[in-house]
């Protein structure tokens, strides 16, 4: 790419429109049952591909260290997978553009390091398939996999095991409360319920689902129990994995940006419609394939 600016590729957020625990395994991890909608919006990233063999970020991220930035970390385990002779030279420069909050529950960074793998598999030539990025990409967090298979998917095990589904077109209010939950800090929490029974997903509805997080999370944040609150006024509205964002949902993009309008002042919130198929897949397909 003579100009990395030339090609911005899509890092889509996602929601848990439903999130159940129905237990623990052996190893501590819990075993759960989710749907992830993927969303038409979120973050976007460029690639200034080069032969310095460094990885670096154009636009840091405030507060967090680029050795911690998940992108940064996505692309050196890309290097690492391939042969030393091929990977010596590889590098590139970075660039970001960053919508969605930080700590919300939506998968920005998880989503970040898929774009990131996804990306560079094709622009360093690197022939990874599918199946071997989303092995990495869970090595980075257990939501990176929905992201390199980029399609709406029930999801069960602990996340990891997806079944790609079609739903009909919905948009979403999503709205960040100012408030960073920590995921690790609730799955650790004696209280949380840990033995919903299992669904069939052609049981599946939205109003008889829940999010099993939701309650211990409002417990805990009051702004993400006064924004859900405030979101229940307008529309079915539920928390997305452990929070901290909460979202609502509506037939019509319209109705959810008049909604959007009656936010008080100073909100943090976007509109998206739900997708199948992640953008970022439909763009690496007519650029590559």
Known sequence: MNNPLQTWWPSPAKLNLFL??????????????????????????AFDINTSGKITLADPILGVADAENLIVKAALLLKQSVPASQSKDLGCKIYLRKRLPMGGGIGGGSSNAATTLLVLNQLWNCQLSKAELATLGLSLGADVPIFIQGKTAFAEGV??????????????????????????????????????AKINFRDYSFANTHNDCQQIVCDRYPNVAKALHWLLEYAPSRMTGTGACVFAIFEHHQQALDVQALLPEGSTSFVANGVNTSLLHSQIKAQFN
């Open 159 to 196: 996340g990891e095991k997806l079944q790609p589904v079609n739903l009909a077109a919905q948009t979403y209010l999503v709205l960040f409360p100012q408030s960073h939950v920590s995921t690790a800090e609730i799955f650790s929490l004696a209280e949380l319920p840990r033995n919903t």
């Open 20 to 45: 159940h625990i129905n237990g623990r395994y052996e190893n501590g991890y819990h075993q759960l049952q989710s749907l992830f909608q993927i969303l038409d919006y979120g973050d976007e990233l």
